[in-house]
């Protein structure tokens, strides 16, 4: 059973940039599609990046595009979103997601393991 874990989460103002880490504290990310969706309490969840398998497509929200960035090392068995230009919209929790599969998909039913989040927040 794999079990991710975020990291890097924190306080900035508008303007700064983060970088969030996920690792697999059991298990592997291997040959899986990984995700990061945030979230913030009376609101929906939001995908906001997805990177296939070994790392040939991303895809990004809207909202994030241009200032997010996921990449993954498939040594290190690590995914990373680095977040750039943050603003305060973008204060949510994050977590870090495994897909079944490698392909894309931003479908929360075909991902099998969730981490603990990690906690984002941008003042003005």
């Known amino acids: 059973q794999v079990q991710p874990v975020e990291s890097g989460g924190g306080l900035v103002q508008a303007g700064d940039s983060l970088t969030l880490t996920c690792a697999a504290s059991?298990?592997?990310?291997?040959?899986?599609?990984m995700g990061w969706l945030r979230q913030v309490p009376g609101k929906e969840r939001e995908f906001v990046a997805v990177?296939?398998?070994?790392?040939?497509?991303?895809h990004y929200a809207r909202s994030v595009k241009g200032r997010f960035t996921i990449s993954r090392d498939n040594i290190k068995d690590t995914v990373t979103l680095q977040m750039n230009n943050l603003q305060p919209e973008d204060t949510a929790v994050y977590y870090c997601?495994?897909?079944?599969?490698?392909?894309?998909?931003?479908?929360?039913?075909?991902?099998?393991?969730w981490g603990q989040g990690t906690p984002v927040t941008v003042s003005a």
């Open positions: 997601g495994r897909s079944r599969y490698s392909v894309l998909s931003t479908d929360l039913s075909t991902y099998d393991a």
């Open positions: 059991s298990g592997t990310f291997n040959h899986r599609t």
């Open positions: 990177i296939t398998w070994p790392g040939r497509n991303t």
